[in-house]
């Protein structure tokens, strides 16, 4: 089957959605999305810790997109949730020193919430006592206390934007994946469906798949200098544990890599959780499998490319501790006690759900920010990541800016029934596309 459209985005994610959304409430044009699953926000969009963040823990030099991104996307979503009557639970985030290092950390922090943005009264530094008398429950040297971060369920709120973007006039074609990209000057997608293969041709192909736009992006030979490795977090719901108000996270081990520390979360209907780790993977969707099952994909696939760009003994160590973990209840709750001491193993009741960070590796290592790589007809973000979900918004009409002085798309209409907050603000993040030579 064969089917023509002005512009296809592949991915139904929160960034998918949202550029859905944005284009469709000012163009004209005929928009269709495909996504590989049977509705929006399957994958990372909905598997992640539910918080809409402030961006106090982002370098604004390395990280600036994402703090920017983040920053502007705070109202869009909230006006979401007042729009969709979705939960919107401001409770904060604590994020702990544990030692004297990690002091030096938190100040840092404080200085980034002002550069990126975020007003003075909007977060506080706290010492030992400062957090007990907060959080009795939580022990630790200091913290920084950000207010306005808010619990929040991704997956209907970015539901709700794709039901927006069809109202809109844009066609979803759900469990249709695609697969590669061919004639990259007048693109035509290749993709897999129920009744067969599908091919749809179009001005313009925006590749926003999350896990599949590496792939897709290599289909064209693009993004050669880099290679992808996949990081499953798994979380453990806890139950009958109270006393912990906010949201507790604590400064990364190794901010260079993505393995973090869990969290104490707490979900909007008050169900908590402790999670993530950074659970090395064979692939963008493999929620499941044993060590030795995942060790055995990953030594005959193209990861060790990855691997050995940023191989050292320091992430071997990462790996193996977030291996461990992830199979490991007690593991993980002890992890947790270093900063809730009285969080006994009996509170942990079953997993919780899973879900897959895919980070770029480049020759210099972990990739810190998105990658957005263009050619004559294809757009490919690549390395979306966290704190994606909360900046998708703010990315989309930025991309969607470059798309409207890159690839002639046209304004012709204004019909936002929300996120009227982004369209009064001037998006003034800088957001490059590479173009290929």
């Known amino acids: ?62 990280k600036k997109v994402y703090a920017k991104s983040a920053t502007e996307s705070y109202e869009p979503w909230r006006e979401v949730t007042l729009k969709a009557n979705l939960p919107w639970v401001q409770r904060g985030v604590m994020e702990l020193a544990l030692n004297e290092r990690d002091i030096k950390v938190i ?55 794709m039901g927006l973007a069809e109202n809109n006039g844009v066609r979803a074609l759900w469990r249709t994946k695609a697969e590669r990209i061919i004639e990259a000057d007048s693109p035509t997608v290749v993709c ?48 009958g544990f109270d006393g912990v108000s906010r949201n507790i996270y604590t400064v990364p081990r190794n901010p260079g890599y993505p393995f973090l520390d869990p969290h104490f979360i707490i979900r909007p209907d008050g169900e908590t959780e402790i999670g993530p780790n950074a659970f090395l993977v064979s692939g963008p969707y493999a929620y499941t499998g ?20 940023v191989l050292d003994r320091e992430m071997l160590k990462l790996v193996w501790n977030d291996w461990e973990m992830s199979v490991s209840r007690s593991l993980m709750l002890r992890r947790v006690r270093r900063f ?11 997993r919780g759900t899973s879900g897959i960070r895919h980070s770029l590796i480049s020759r210099e290592g972990f990739v810190p920010e998105a990658v957005v790589l263009g050619t004559a007809g294809t757009v490919h973000v690549l390395n979306f990541n966290s704190p994606g979900a909360t900046g998708a918004p703010a990315f989309a009409r930025s991309l969607l800016s ?15 029934p929300v996120w009227r907050s982004i369209i009064e603000n001037d998006c003034d993040i800088e957001l490059k596309i590479n173009m290929a030579s």
């Open 192 to 239: 897999k469906s129920a009744d067969g293969q599908v091919n749809i041709k179009s001005r313009l192909v925006i590749n926003v798949s999350g896990g599949g736009a590496y792939s897709i992006s290599r289909s064209l030979g693009l993004a050669s200098e880099y290679s992808e490795l996949h990081f499953r977090g798994d979380y453990w719901k806890i139950k």
């Open 340 to 350: 809730i001491p009285d969080l006994d193993n009996k509170y942990a009741d079953a």
């Open 290 to 309: 044993t060590i030795s099952e995942i060790l055995k994909s990953i030594a005959a696939a193209s990861e060790w490319k990855a691997i050995s760009m």
């Open 402 to 416: 470059q798309l409207m002085d890159f690839y002639g798309v046209k304004g012709t209409r204004h019909n936002h």
């Open 107 to 161: 100040e840092k922090y404080g200085k980034w919430a002002i550069q990126n943005g975020m007003d003075e009264k909007e977060f506080s530094l706290l010492d030992g006592q400062g957090i007990r008398n907060l959080e009795s429950r939580v022990v630790a040297t200091g913290a920084i206390l950000s207010n306005l971060d808010s619990n929040v369920n991704y997956g209907p709120m970015v539901g709700f934007v």
């Open 1 to 62: 089957m064969s089917l023509q459209t002005d512009v296809l985005i592949i991915g139904a994610g929160a960034l998918g959605a949202s550029l859905a959304y944005e284009m469709s409430s000012i163009t004209d044009i005929n928009i269709t999305v495909v996504d590989a699953e049977s509705g929006p926000a399957f994958h990372s969009s909905s598997r992640n810790t539910g918080v809409v963040h402030r961006p106090f823990y982002l370098d604004p030099v390395s």
